[in-house]
Each structure stands twice: as C-alpha cells, then as structure tokens.
C-alpha cells in the first residue's frame, strides 16, 4: 500500500512545490476533479493508463500471484525514454493468500516487478479506447520467515493465548495447525500469523510490513527474515473474554465450523480491519500506520458508527521505531450517511499531509451489485489535529475517543479531510474500455482498491513539461492496483503441489490504473501589508483593544506554527529551516548558519572563561596541588585567564568588574595555601595528585572500586537473564543479548564470543581489585574505574535509549584514552581489564597496537573481529562483511605475536614494559623511550 522509501530519498521528487502567492492558471484542457486542503491544492487531470496481471499467474515457487495489498515503487529505476515510454521497479505485496473459503497455511511474500507505461499522444475516449498500456514483468519472489527462520503463514491466529514468542520480540500472533495447513496429510506446527497489507521499504533495503491480525508493524530483511516487530498501545491489541484474542473471524480452510465465540472482538482492532496502511515520510524518518477502521471502543464495528480511524506515528531514524504521536482521521460516509468508506492504503505527501485509498466494499466484478458508490484517492491533513497520544486514551484496552455512535469526544480535533480523486468517472475509465456499473465483463472495475504510489510525470527534473511550468506546479502518476483475492479457476496452492478453483466461478486480473496529477501550493505573501494580518475593517475596528493583549513568547509561537510559512529568498537562504527550526519574530543574526559556523554572537558582550574539560574519574569538587587544575565531578577542569577585550561603556566597566572577579575567585581556588569547608574532601580524595597518599584517600579509592565494580557485575548479571519492567511507551525494554539480537546492523557482535571476552575481563577486573590491597601505594593508585560508566550505559542500552547510551560511551573513551597516556606503563593485570579490553571495544586498538606497540590492544582487538565475523556469518552465508572481518582478525593476531613474542622473552620493544611502574616524576615525562 505504500510507496517506498526510496522514492523520499530521492531528493527531487517533492509533492508540493511552494509558489508565490498569485493563483495558478492551469494549463490543462480538463479537470476532471479538484481539492484544496489546508492551502494546498491537487487536480486530477485524466487517466492515462491501465494495465493487468492475469488472474491465473504464478510465481517462482509455483503459487498463484494474487494481487497486491501494497506496493513500493524503486525511485531511482523510474526513467523516461526518449521516445517517452517510462520505465521502473516495483515491490509487490499480496496479503495472506486465497481464503476465500477459508485461510491457509500460505507463506507470505514479496514480489519485485519491472513495469513499462506508454503514454499515447492521440486522444481516446469511449469511441476510440485505448489498449492496456501499462505492462508488467515479473522478476522474483522473497518468502518472509520469522526471527527463527521458520515460514510465516496466512492461517487465522489462535483464538487464545498462548502465542509464539522470541527473544526481544513482544507476543506475536500465532497459528496452530494440524496436517499440513492445507487439509491435508503432516506433522502440523505453529508458525506466525500474518495478514499482510502495507509496504515501505527502508534506507537499508529492508522492508517494513503492517498487519490485520495484531495489528502489528514488522521489519523483514532483504531476504525476508524478520528483524523487528513492532506492537502498537494496549488499546489497538484485540481482546475477547477478558484476554488476548489475534484471531479475525475467518476459519481455516481444513476446519470451516472453528468459529470464533465471540465472533466480534470486545476492544482494539475489528476483524480484519487493522494497519491496512502504512506510509513513511518524505525525509524517511517517520512511519505512519492507520487502522482499516475505528477501534471496537470508539464507536463499535458496524456502520455509520466505526469511521474514527487512528493513525500511529512512530520515529524510525535511529534504527528503532519510538511512538511518537497519534491522530484520529475520521473516514467518510456515503449512501445517505448509513456507510462508512474505510481506507485501504495511505502514502505521506508533503509535511503533515496525505492520500488515502477510501471506498465501499461489496461492489464491482465478481460482486452482486456491480456499481461502486464511492472510490477514491482523497487528502487529510493532520497539521491542525490533535495529538491525543496519552496513558488514558492508549494504556487502558478500553481506551477511547468517541461514543457508541462514534461521535467523536469534544476535546478531540480530527484531522482535516477532503474528498479528491474518483476512480469512478465513467468517462475517463471509458478511455481504456473500462466501467463502474454495469455488465459483469472483464471491463468492469474490481472491489478492491488497495494500493497506491506516486511518480513524476518528469523523473529528470522537478515537474515542468509541455503543460506544467515547473516553477508553477509538478505533474505526478498516481497508479492505484486492485486486490483480486486470489480469485480464479486456474489457481495453485502450497508452492505448486495443490490446484483450486474459486467457487465464484470469476477469473479476476489484478488491475492497475494510472491518473494524471497536479498538485501545488497557495501560501501566505513574502510581501508585508502596512497593517500586519488586516484584511476587513472590523479588525481594523479590533485593533485597540487588541493593543492590551499580552502575548507571550509561546502564544507568538502557536500562532504562528498555527499554518507553514516559507518567507523565500533571501530569508530561507540567510536561516536554515530544517527540523524543529521555522520561520518567526525571534530570529536574530545569532541565527544565521553563516554566522554561526564563524563566530560566537552574543550581545551585550559577556566576559569569556574558557574552559576544558577531559573526563577522568568519579569523585567530587577538590583541588589539585600541582597544576591550576581542578576535578569537577572525576573531571579536570583547566582554568585559563583569557577574556574578551572590554571598551570603557558603563557595561563595559561592570562586565571588567565581573571578569576580574572570575579570575580572582578561580586564582584563588588554585592557591594550595588557602583553604576553605570542603578543603576537607581534599584528605579524601584518592584521585588527586600528591606525592604521598593518605591512608583516607586508599580507603576510599578502595571503596569505591569495590562498589562499582560489584554494582557493574551484578547489574550486567541480571540484565543479561531479565529485561527492565520500567519501559513507557517509545522504549521497548530488552535483555543485554536480546537488545543485540532485536537491532541487528553490519556491525553487530556474535554474542557468545563478546560474553565471553566480558566474562573474562571481569574476572581479571577481581584480580585487579585484589590488588588494591597491596602495600605499593604507586600500584594502588595506578588506574581509575570506568565502571560506573559502563553501568550507565547497560541501563540506557536495555531500555532503548541509544543516544544516551552512545554518549556514555564516548565519554569512556575519552576517559580511557587518557587513562591509557597517563598511566602507560602500568602492569599487564592492570592494564588490560582496566584499560586495553575496555578501549579496544571502542574499535580504536588497531591505533595503539601500530603507534604504541601495543600487542594487548591488538589480541583484544581480534577476538572483536571474530565476534563480528560469526555475527555477520550468521546472518549472511555470501557477503563481504565477514569475509573482511576474518582476514582483519588474522590480520591483527599475526602482527600482535610478531610485537608481543619478543616483549614477552625479553625484547622490550614499544611503549609497554611489563611490570614496572613509573615514579612519580617520570609519569609527567614525555611517552618516549629514551632508548
């Protein structure tokens, strides 16, 4: 149902293209349908093209094809010839196969298409139609399996739990079937239930598919493996009896008395009515799934009352998909107000704007009544709607937003919706011998209408071409594809092995049409009236009053977010609007992208203490006795008196006053022989520089290296067995291993291998505390604890937050690497729990192991690479990755012996000398030998 990603990245083929403010004359002879919504405007020119996929085609594996629930269209493969025939790639998703008699045990696929549209030059119309020139040409099929490799299966959920589960997977809907799933003779099994119907896919060519019968969000490799699953609010999950309930009302083929008691579910989603669309935005940053239909508590599952659909919006930047927001769309109603027209499939166009596929069912071929009522491709706009993303609204599974009649609650603003394309225009589907209504021929259209995708009429350029001036508005194909159930009498079943013939006695072609589009934008004027937003003389009239209303900064904000603005040149050229960042009343030249990549801009003029910081230990506010240094926190905190000149202003002299008082109050905390309260801390401070430490400082040292040290061992224990139960809405909390499993990238560790090295640092860690119990002091204070970061980091890894988490670890590293220059001769049961194993996890040991000789870094550093190499074994037989990650392996362990041999035996060649320690004063000597 949706157009892939790579139509977005791109980065020519914007929807909308933002105008001046003059309406735009349009150049084509015909409208055969408009809208405006929200300002922006979109027309519906002609059908251009039509094209089919016989009923009875089969894929590589001897299946039926059947028709598409979603398609994702390659942007970069869609060209123009010049003999202006386009050409393109597309993906193809069916749903869960033939059923209807009934599901089966069909395994759910992708197929890839290369398709052919010749426009004609000559005019056709009822008189003189034209022949299908939209052509398709199959290429290949990919099976979609679940986390443990075993086929997915369109069978109906069980009724009840339990349901399969895997490690850093929620429940997944499952199916239990006896035989072979089919009817016939096997050992049955329980595979994962999947009723799929939305596709995009991903920047990483992977593939994110929406289901019907979680209704789930689910990430699936290129080659079909499902990486990740996404399970929306408690309030989407359906529930019959108190309880879990992912089975729809359709029985399998085998078993067609298995009903389902109580057929219609209590809460969350329909019968067969979940995220039938799912849409990615135009940056690829954001997912939007739509429910089919209302959820049963907000209006019930019958007509007029089930049309409060809710759209999810999840951030899938990162790598994970985080919750973000949720909208209400509220679908149409036709036939006198008594029928809802759910939607089929939606596809994100510009900011906050989007088709959606809307229609009746139970109309066209192979249906008694052959005239659909309503068909259309129509825009809503959520940029106005409210975000009623809330525990109450989405935690509870009765959580609702309408009444029993679906009226929607008071509080609540929908998203703004406008009726646009009809696919039911006689005279354009006349065209190409087609009809809504009538005979039941082969020229009828189909019920079902379940995909979309956009391209441009000029994939080269941004629109422009013998009737758009590009500057003015772009032209686009909208195609829309039909569903045809799997409907024929020539169809085949369990990859080959099993024909049928539907007993609706029909022949359905999947069918495909394609609409001639424009679509461009009225907003507001670059040009400023004399009397700013005055229109008519009442607000003239309006305006003293309005002269005693006090607005603060965040109302100035509301009101003018309240509809995009683009000021143009030169305003967008001098200020970068991207993101968060919008045009208004508050930017200054301190906003300005060119400034800020030259200059700090601040007025009046501040006095300027530089400062550096270099993570070091974790300990509390003291001075040094050496340097003009301070620990802020385990940090250095180095003090220089440089500040900005001063003139002789007024506030020139206080901002003087106030810097010579900085740099008499930072002059005197660097003065050893004044002291104050928290001098005391100094007695204490086992981290501070000294040339003789106190039997107080080792015992706190000693201390706190046992605590965090136990604190880290136990933590990690228990996360790698147990997952958080803290975890809100956005973080989906993991096991240790499990975290690593969940989000699998190029660069993801075998986790037996990686354990293992932990386990053994660990244990070597012991060792070392072991030792600060030695009557050496220099040894005793010869290395710091980097624990209580890494125990950060396991706490923010296990709950999903990755940002933080990264940050911790690049706050280690720079801890660890001056830990590794300032302590650079410390013993090998020092160093390499402390210091090398942790650093080389960072990937920076192949630096020390060439630069310093440091052949402890290098081993570590190829037992990295193995679990990197297992990793990316396991997941790929034939790629690149592991292959270049065995040979750095061998690589980095041959080198390491040939550095670390002769040291051992005596040749003491590099920076290490194992087991001595330096004294005092060498340790502030350059890191050379003087050899």
Same mark, same amino acid.
């Given at each position: 149902?949706?157009?892939?990603?790579?139509?977005?990245?791109?980065?020519?083929?914007?929807?909308?293209?933002?105008?001046?403010?003059?309406?735009?004359?349009?150049?084509?002879?015909?409208?055969?349908?408009?809208?405006?919504?929200?300002?922006?405007?979109?027309?519906?020119?002609?059908?251009?093209?039509?094209?089919?996929?016989?009923?009875?085609?089969?894929?590589?594996?001897?299946?039926?094809?059947?028709?598409?629930?979603?398609?994702?269209?390659?942007?970069?493969?869609?060209?123009?010839?010049?003999?202006?025939?386009?050409?393109?790639?597309?993906?193809?998703?069916?749903?869960?196969?033939?059923?209807?008699?009934?599901?089966?045990?069909?395994?759910?696929?992708?197929?890839?298409?290369?398709?052919?549209?010749?426009?004609?030059?000559?005019?056709?119309?009822?008189?003189?139609?034209?022949?299908?020139?939209?052509?398709?040409?199959?290429?290949?099929?990919?099976?979609?399996?679940?986390?443990?490799?075993?086929?997915?299966?369109?069978?109906?959920?069980?009724?009840?739990?339990?349901?399969?589960?895997?490690?850093?997977?929620?429940?997944?809907?499952?199916?239990?079937?006896?035989?072979?799933?089919?009817?016939?003779?096997?050992?049955?099994?329980?595979?994962?239930?999947?009723?799929?119907?939305?596709?995009?896919?991903?920047?990483?060519?992977?593939?994110?598919?929406?289901?019907?019968?979680?209704?789930?969000?689910?990430?699936?490799?290129?080659?079909?493996?499902?990486?990740?699953?996404?399970?929306?609010?408690?309030?989407?999950?359906?529930?019959?009896?108190?309880?879990? @309930?992912?089975?729809? /009302? $359709?029985? *399998?083929?085998?078993?067609?008395? &298995?009903?389902?008691?109580?057929? %219609?579910? !209590?809460?969350?989603?329909?019968?067969?009515?979940?995220?039938?669309?799912?849409?990615?935005?135009?940056?690829?940053?954001?997912?939007?799934?739509?429910?089919?239909?209302?959820?049963?508590?907000?209006?019930?599952?019958?007509?007029?009352?089930?049309?409060?659909?809710?759209?999810?919006?999840?951030?899938?930047?990162?790598?994970?998909?985080?919750?973000?927001?949720?909208?209400?769309?509220?679908?149409?109603?036709?036939?006198?107000?008594?029928?809802?027209?759910?939607?089929?499939?939606?596809?994100?166009?510009?900011?906050?704007?989007?088709?959606?596929?809307?229609?009746?069912?139970?109309?066209?071929?192979?249906?008694?009544?052959?005239?659909?009522?309503?068909?259309?491709?129509?825009?809503?706009?959520?940029?106005?709607?409210?975000?009623?993303? @809330?525990?109450?609204? /989405? $935690?509870? *599974?009765?959580?609702?937003?309408? &009444?029993?009649?679906?009226?929607? %609650?008071? !509080?609540?603003?929908?998203?703004?919706?406008?009726?646009?394309?009809?696919?039911?225009?006689?005279?354009?589907?006349?065209?190409?011998?087609?009809?809504?209504?009538?005979?039941?021929?082969?020229?009828?259209?189909?019920?079902?209408?379940?995909?979309?995708?956009?391209?441009?009429?000029?994939?080269?350029?941004?629109?422009?071409?013998?009737?758009?001036?590009?500057?003015?508005?772009?032209?686009?194909?909208?195609?829309?594809?039909?569903?045809?159930?799997?409907?024929?009498?020539?169809?085949?079943?369990?990859?080959?092995?099993?024909?049928?013939?539907?007993?609706?006695?029909?022949?359905?072609?999947?069918?495909?049409?394609?609409?001639?589009?424009?679509?461009?934008?009225?907003?507001?004027?670059?040009?400023?009236?004399p009397i700013g937003g005055v229109q008519t003389v009442e607000h003239v009239k309006a305006m003293p009053e309005a002269l005693g209303i006090r607005l603060f900064k965040e109302d100035i904000h509301a009101i003018q977010d309240a509809t995009p603005f683009n000021p143009l040149f030169p305003m967008n050229f001098l200020f970068n609007f991207k993101g968060d960042q919008r045009y208004n009343l508050d930017l200054t030249a301190a906003g300005n992208q060119q400034y800020q990549m030259t200059s700090w801009i601040n007025a009046p003029p501040k006095p300027l203490v530089n400062t550096s910081f270099w993570l070091h230990h974790c300990i509390s506010f003291v001075p040094r006795s050496t340097n003009r240094n301070f620990l802020l926190f385990g940090s250095e905190l180095h003090v220089h008196s440089q500040f900005a000149p001063v003139n002789q202003s007024t506030e020139d002299r206080k901002a003087g006053q106030l810097q010579q008082s900085l740099s008499d109050f930072f002059t005197v905390l660097s003065d050893?022989?004044?002291?104050?309260?928290?001098?005391?801390?100094?007695?204490?401070?086992?981290?501070?520089?000294?040339?003789?430490?106190?039997?107080?400082?080792?015992?706190?040292?000693?201390?706190?290296?046992?605590?965090?040290?136990?604190?880290?061992?136990?933590?990690?224990?228990?996360?790698?067995?147990?997952?958080?139960?803290?975890?809100?809405?956005?973080?989906?909390?993991?096991?240790?291993?499990?975290?690593?499993?969940?989000?699998?990238?190029?660069?993801?560790?075998?986790?037996?291998?990686?354990?293992?090295?932990?386990?053994?640092?660990?244990?070597?860690?012991?060792?070392?505390?072991?030792?600060?119990?030695?009557?050496?002091?220099?040894?005793?204070?010869?290395?710091?604890?980097?624990?209580?970061?890494?125990?950060?980091?396991?706490?923010?890894?296990?709950?999903?937050?990755?940002?933080?988490?990264?940050?911790?670890?690049?706050?280690?590293?720079?801890?660890?690497?001056?830990?590794?220059?300032?302590?650079?001769?410390?013993?090998?049961?020092?160093?390499?729990?402390?210091?090398?194993?942790?650093?080389?996890?960072?990937?920076?040991?192949?630096?020390?192991?060439?630069?310093?000789?440091?052949?402890?870094?290098?081993?570590?550093?190829?037992?990295?690479?193995?679990?990197?190499?297992?990793?990316?074994?396991?997941?790929?037989?034939?790629?690149?990755?592991?292959?270049?990650?065995?040979?750095?392996?061998?690589?980095?362990?041959?080198?390491?012996?040939?550095?670390?041999?002769?040291?051992?035996?005596?040749?003491?060649?590099?920076?290490?000398?194992?087991?001595?320690?330096?004294?005092?004063?060498?340790?502030?000597?350059?890191?050379?030998?003087?050899?």
């Amino acid at each position: 149902m949706k157009l892939s990603f790579f139509l977005r990245a791109s980065c020519i083929i914007p929807l909308v293209s933002c105008l001046p403010s003059q309406a735009y004359q349009n150049e084509s002879p015909t409208i055969v349908n408009q809208t405006t919504c929200n300002g922006r405007t979109y027309t519906y020119n002609e059908l251009v093209g039509y094209g089919f996929v016989a009923s009875d085609f089969r894929d590589k594996t001897g299946d039926t094809l059947g028709g598409p629930s979603a398609v994702a269209f390659d942007a970069s493969s869609w060209t123009k010839s010049r003999n202006g025939t386009y050409e393109g790639l597309i993906w193809v998703l069916p749903d869960r196969g033939w059923n209807t008699q009934g599901t089966l045990n069909y395994q759910n696929r992708i197929h890839k298409f290369a398709i052919s549209l010749s426009i004609r030059t000559e005019t056709n119309n009822a008189s003189n139609s034209s022949a299908p020139n939209l052509k398709f040409t199959y290429l290949d099929t990919i099976l979609l399996t679940g986390p443990d490799g075993k086929p997915t299966t369109g069978l109906r959920a069980d009724t009840q739990p339990p349901y399969l589960s895997y490690p850093g997977f929620p429940t997944l809907p499952s199916a239990t079937y006896e035989g072979d799933g089919f009817g016939g003779e096997g050992p049955g099994d329980r595979r994962i239930s999947l009723d799929s119907e939305g596709l995009v896919v991903a920047r990483d060519q992977s593939f994110w598919v929406s289901d019907e019968y979680g209704p789930y969000i689910y990430r699936f490799s290129p080659e079909g493996r499902m990486l990740q699953a996404i399970q929306p609010p408690n309030a989407y999950l359906p529930r019959r009896n108190g309880s879990l @309930s992912f089975a729809s /009302d $359709d029985p *399998p083929i085998y078993d067609p008395d &298995d009903e389902v008691v109580p057929e %219609d579910v !209590d809460s969350g989603r329909a019968n067969n009515q979940g995220f039938e669309g799912l849409t990615i935005s135009e940056n690829g940053q954001k997912l939007y799934a739509l429910t089919q239909s209302a959820l049963a508590q907000d209006g019930g599952t019958g007509n007029p009352e089930r049309k409060q659909a809710r759209l999810l919006e999840y951030r899938i930047s990162g790598g994970n998909a985080v919750y973000q927001a949720e909208y209400v769309v509220t679908l149409p109603v036709f036939n006198g107000g008594e029928t809802v027209a759910a939607q089929s499939e939606i596809y994100a166009l510009a900011k906050d704007q989007f088709f959606v596929l809307a229609r009746d069912s139970g109309r066209g071929r192979g249906q008694d009544d052959a005239e659909s009522l309503y068909r259309r491709a129509d825009v809503f706009d959520i940029s106005r709607a409210t975000n009623i993303k @809330s525990p109450e609204n /989405d $935690d509870s *599974p009765t959580g609702s937003i309408a &009444d029993d009649e679906g009226t929607l %609650d008071a !509080d609540i603003t929908a998203a703004e919706y406008c009726t646009f394309l009809d696919f039911n225009v006689n005279s354009e589907l006349a065209k190409f011998g087609l009809h809504n209504g009538g005979a039941q021929d082969e020229g009828l259209l189909n019920e079902k209408w379940e995909a979309l995708g956009l391209v441009p009429v000029e994939p080269n350029g941004r629109g422009g071409n013998d009737r758009v001036n590009g500057n003015k508005g772009e032209e686009y194909f909208l195609f829309a594809f039909s569903d045809n159930d799997f409907i024929t009498q020539n169809g085949y079943v369990k990859f080959g092995q099993l024909p049928y013939s539907d007993e609706s006695g029909f022949n359905l072609d999947s069918q495909a049409l394609v609409f001639r589009t424009l679509a461009y934008l009225f907003q507001p004027s670059t040009y400023i009236s004399p009397i700013g937003g005055v229109q008519t003389v009442e607000h003239v009239k309006a305006m003293p009053e309005a002269l005693g209303i006090r607005l603060f900064k965040e109302d100035i904000h509301a009101i003018q977010d309240a509809t995009p603005f683009n000021p143009l040149f030169p305003m967008n050229f001098l200020f970068n609007f991207k993101g968060d960042q919008r045009y208004n009343l508050d930017l200054t030249a301190a906003g300005n992208q060119q400034y800020q990549m030259t200059s700090w801009i601040n007025a009046p003029p501040k006095p300027l203490v530089n400062t550096s910081f270099w993570l070091h230990h974790c300990i509390s506010f003291v001075p040094r006795s050496t340097n003009r240094n301070f620990l802020l926190f385990g940090s250095e905190l180095h003090v220089h008196s440089q500040f900005a000149p001063v003139n002789q202003s007024t506030e020139d002299r206080k901002a003087g006053q106030l810097q010579q008082s900085l740099s008499d109050f930072f002059t005197v905390l660097s003065d050893e022989t004044v002291s104050f309260p928290t001098m005391a801390v100094q007695e204490y401070n086992p981290f501070a520089k000294r040339e003789n430490h106190s039997k107080k400082s080792l015992t706190a040292y000693k201390v706190l290296t046992i605590a965090s040290w136990l604190l880290l061992a136990i933590t990690v224990l228990y996360y790698t067995f147990n997952a958080p139960n803290d975890c809100k809405h956005g973080h989906d909390c993991h096991t240790i291993w499990g975290q690593n499993g969940r989000m699998r990238t190029p660069f993801s560790l075998n986790s037996i291998v990686t354990g293992i090295y932990w386990i053994i640092v660990t244990i070597m860690q012991a060792g070392y505390v072991w030792h600060l119990f030695s009557s050496n002091e220099t040894l005793v204070n010869s290395a710091a604890n980097s624990n209580l970061l890494y125990f950060a980091f396991i706490l923010l890894w296990v709950r999903s937050h990755f940002w933080p988490a990264e940050l911790f670890l690049i706050l280690n590293f720079l801890n660890l690497t001056t830990l590794y220059f300032r302590h650079s001769t410390t013993p090998r049961f020092v160093h390499i729990p402390v210091v090398s194993a942790p650093l080389a996890f960072t990937y920076v040991g192949g630096f020390f192991l060439l630069a310093f000789k440091d052949y402890t870094m290098g081993f570590e550093l190829a037992i990295l690479s193995l679990a990197l190499a297992l990793a990316q074994l396991g997941t790929h037989v034939i790629a690149l990755q592991w292959i270049f990650a065995f040979v750095i392996m061998g690589c980095l362990a041959v080198l390491s012996v040939l550095i670390g041999v002769p040291g051992i035996f005596g040749d003491k060649n590099g920076i290490r000398h194992p087991g001595h320690i330096v004294e005092p004063d060498r340790e502030r000597q350059p890191l050379l030998d003087d050899r």
